[in-house]
């Protein structure tokens, strides 16, 4: 009787939780929807639609919301995702803070919270994720206990070897070796770590510009220099982690960069990083200050789009960083040939459109290939969103199947 077992490709079962799942996926997309519309949707009769949805209405997947109106004829009631079949959060960690959000099944976000954490130590880490987490899971309504997952995002990656984490020297508290079991112990859901532009390159493939593509790189620019790299819809993380911290990359145009793990830099991070705005401004004789850092170089570059070609200098920092920006993309075009290249973080949404363009124009004099770039389109918390994203998608895959 192998051939009746419940995973069987083909059986019953198997075929009614696909059914299921299709019509669930159908009602993210869309919204409410009629019986009528979900058939016709998922090709499927009245009854066998009828049948599906009395079954996930019964296991609370499913609830009735309300009835269509405006159509001639009776009217049909109208079919939603139940929200609260499941929760899902996510951390977004860096120097200065922890900021934490719940998300129900559908994707809305119910809950916030932002902890700061000036000096941070190494023994307190585990109580401030955990304080965070409660938080945002206080301001939702919820208890810990209704999280089914929960994803952190934080610079650098979690070396699969050694549970050490690499590439963010500068992330004070993380990176004791038994960081990752203290926390698995401490909270009782799925905990799961992801690189932060990682998850930015997430949110804007499942909600933003990358829609629909399968192959792109994101370049993030805000305190920190670093990619993401999609190759046939999936994230390429590399052996230990660190596919995409281009910040480390060599580049012409600057002194190579001795110890770089050390110092937490690199060629291209000294080339186009924040710090390296303020120090051409002050080159081109424009008065400002240095720090901090990403502000200030969000700053003069909102600047130099408001004066481009009204005022010499700013105009002038504009195309500089423009090209120092499209030498290291030229670089990361040459081994990887993108599709498409996203373009996110604060100085890049600071320089706009303008800045794009002009990256564009520079980096088709510098590589033979002609990736088109794009600006991200997700604008608010956009590694906290990734990571709402990723933990959504394996909770939807459990909560969802009806087969077992």
Known sequence: MAGTTPGTPGTPRVLRAMNDRAALDLLLEHGPLSRTRIGKLTG????????????LEAAGLVMVTGTSEGRPGPSAQLYAVNARAAHVAGLDVTAERIVAAVADVTGETVGEYELRTPGRRAEGVVRQVADALDGAVKDAGLTRADIHRVVIGTPGAFDPGTGRLRYASHLPGWHSPTLLEELAAFLPMPVEY??????????????????????????????????????????????????????FLPVPGTPLVRKVVKV????????????????????????????PYAEVAAGLLARAVEAYESDEALTELL????QRLATGLASVTAVLDPELIVLSGELVSSGGDLLRSLIQSELAELAASRPRLVLGEISR????????????????????????
């Open 44 to 55: 499927l009769s009245k009854p066998t639609a009828s049948q599906l949805l009395a079954r």
């Open 194 to 247: 992801e690189n932060d532009v990682n998850l930015v390159a997430v949110a804007e493939q499942r909600l933003g510009a990358a829609r629909g593509h399968e192959d792109f790189v994101l370049l993030w620019n805000e305190e920190g220099l670093g990619a993401a790299l999609v190759i046939n819809g999936r994230l390429h993380r590399g052996w230990t982690g660190g596919a995409g911290e281009v910040g």
């Open 264 to 291: 937490n830099s690199g060629g291209f991070q000294e080339l186009a990083g924040a710090q390296a705005v303020p120090r051409m401004a002050t080159a081109l004789g424009i008065d400002t200050p240095h720090q």
């Open 319 to 322: 195309r500089q960083y423009a």
């Open 381 to 404: 918390h956009p590694v906290l969103r990734g990571a709402l994203e990723r933990a959504l998608a394996d909770t939807r895959d459990e909560v969802f199947d009806t087969s077992r």
